[in-house]
């Protein structure tokens, strides 16, 4: 469908190499979109762009997010290659430890790339997605919150939870502000899927998880993919400020 359509498209994704950026990338590519997609290493980044490429044009641009010059970079190495309409804030991390141990460093590097990054590239990218979009068709920031930021949960990661709870407000405030500027901003809040960061909780839990579920099981690359290029394509140009479970009703049904 044309409402879907993301030909003419270029969109970042940041961590876009593994897990849930790599399923968005994934989706965004098949719906036509050339995809940059950025992590810390580059043999990550080679394997990536040999599976996106099978489905149209991919990229990968090397970036340690938790700096905020490498935001800059960033952006201008996407402006040279004719700049994005597009921007997905995906890279994050976690930290778990009991409430006694739990130490700084685990506040500082989850609340660095999960919640500065986002903003500070976000703002790195604004002059070229104002520069692309328009009142019919804005271009797009999506950034990717969790369903662990809109409830208490089961597990002792203090600052992950905090750090997607503020994405969720980031975005509303980014959305007030940039919507005069073209630009649409929304949040995915995934419940689990299969990644890097559930690896080890899946071992054990994945029943566990799929079993919270009224639809009876955990994530699959599809459903993270619909959800994204939905919120990228036209079919959601009036659509910003939103918080978009996507959690087989985990959150959503409590």
């Known amino acids: 469908m044309e409402m879907f359509n993301l030909e003419g ?5 940041t961590g876009g190499t593994r897990g849930i950026g790599l ?4 989706g965004l590519a098949k719906a036509g979109a050339r995809v940059v997609v950025t992590a810390r290493k580059a043999d990550t980044g080679a394997e990536a762009v040999a599976e996106l490429s099978s489905l149209g044009e991919a990229v990968f641009i090397a970036a340690d997010l938790s700096k905020e010059e490498a935001s800059l970079e960033l952006a201008a190495a996407v402006d040279e290659i004719g700049g994005a309409h597009i921007l997905v804030n995906n890279a994050g991390a976690a930290w778990g430890a009991p409430l006694a141990e739990f130490p700084a ?4 590097k989850v609340l660095d790339l999960n919640l500065k990054a986002p903003f500070f590239v976000s703002r ?3 002059p070229q997605l104002e520069r692309s979009g328009t009142t019919e068709n804005p271009a797009r920031i999506i950034n990717i919150g969790s369903i662990d930021g809109m409830r208490i949960p089961d597990f002792n990661n203090y600052s992950y ?3 997607k709870a503020a994405v969720h407000m980031l975005t509303r405030v980014l959305a007030k502000e940039l919507g005069q500027r073209h630009i649409t901003v929304n ?4 419940g689990p899927f299969p990644s890097k960061m559930m690896a080890e909780l899946l071992v054990t839990k994945e029943a566990e998880f799929a079993a919270s579920s009224p639809l009876g099981r955990i994530g699959k690359s599809e459903d993270m993919e619909a959800a994204a290029v939905y919120l990228a394509s036209p079919g959601a140009a009036w659509v910003t400020g939103a918080i978009l479970p996507v959690d087989g009703g985990i ?4």
């Open 124 to 126: 790195a990218f604004v």
């Open 9 to 13: 498209k270029t969109a970042v994704v």
């Open 105 to 108: 460093a685990g506040w500082d």
């Open 23 to 26: 399923m968005i990338a994934r």
């Open 187 to 190: 949040a995915i809040a995934p």
């Open 251 to 254: 959150w959503t049904t409590l």
């Open 161 to 163: 939870t905090a750090s």
